[in-house]
T-cell receptor, first 115, second 113 residues
Framework: AQSVTQPDIHITVSEGASLELRCNYSYGATPYLFWYVQSPGQGLQLLLKYFSGDTLVQGIKGFEAEFKRSQSSFNLRKPSVHWSDAAEYFCAVAPYGGATNKLIFGTGTLLAVQP | EPEVTQTPSHQVTQMGQEVILRCVPISNHLYFYWYRQILGQKVEFLVSFYNNEISEKSEIFDDQFSVERPDGSNFTLKIRSTKLEDSAMYFC???????????FGQGTRLTVV
């Protein structure tokens, strides 16, 4: 069965430090991949997506992610974290060759940013 | 910027009561979805809706649940007889096509007491 794994439940970084959030997926074909962010009391906001083409994708708020087929990974990165980045981050997969009508989410990584 | 809006933001209901969660998808979108997130757990797909009918539903979406697009703008989720385990954040989402990104609303937190 398709699945998404985010191995880090909780990460704390210092403001200004770099960030990498891990995401691994299990799916036979090349899926569509997404990162969403959920700030406290807010909904899910799309940070970036990978459908095809360049495996390094740029998103909003200075985030980027790299698709590595050989590792079945889609890790999210940011070179310098800001206090406002504190939130929960969800990796998601669209398993039906791109059909986004049934996203499979990971369990999320809660990011804390310390001064 | 167009957005998906959900009302109410928080609803408290007694066990056994019916609730209707409301959503206004982005106007030119054709595909609509409901997801839920039980506290501390992952976001789970409930149902997708296209062309005035359910296109797919999960095993969670049993006979207690129904969806409707009563007019050209609203998309609703009804839970007929709520149970304690229905307490969760419910997210509505919409997308332009079946293979484009889904945009999510801010969610409705449902508390069943």
């Amino acid at each position: 069965a398709q699945s998404v794994t985010q191995p880090d439940i909780h990460i704390t970084v210092s403001e200004g430090a770099s960030l990498e959030l891990r995401c691994n997926y299990s799916y036979g074909a090349t899926p569509y991949l997404f990162w969403y962010v959920q700030s406290p009391g807010q909904g899910l906001q799309l940070l970036l997506k990978y459908f095809s083409g360049d495996t390094l994708v740029q998103g909003i708020k200075g985030f980027e992610a790299e698709f590595k087929r050989s590792q079945s990974s889609f890790n999210l990165r940011k070179p310098s974290v800001h206090w406002s980045d504190a939130a929960e981050y969800f990796c998601a997969v669209a398993p039906y060759g791109g059909a986004t009508n049934k996203l499979i989410f990971g369990t999320g990584t809660l990011l804390a940013v310390q001064p | 910027e167009p957005e998906v809006t959900q009302t109410p933001s928080h609803q408290v209901t007694q066990m056994g009561q019916e609730v209707i969660l409301r959503c206004v998808p982005i106007s030119n979108h054709l595909y609509f979805y409901w997801y839920r997130q039980i506290l501390g757990q992952k976001v789970e797909f409930l149902v997708s809706f296209y062309n005035n009918e359910i296109s797919e539903k999960s095993e969670i979406f049993d006979d207690q649940f129904s969806v409707e697009r009563p007019d050209g703008s609203n998309f609703t989720l009804k839970i007929r007889s709520t149970k304690l385990e229905d307490s969760a954040m419910y997210f509505c989402a919409s997308s332009e096509a079946f293979n484009t990104e889904a945009f999510f609303g801010q969610g409705t937190r449902l508390t069943v007491v």
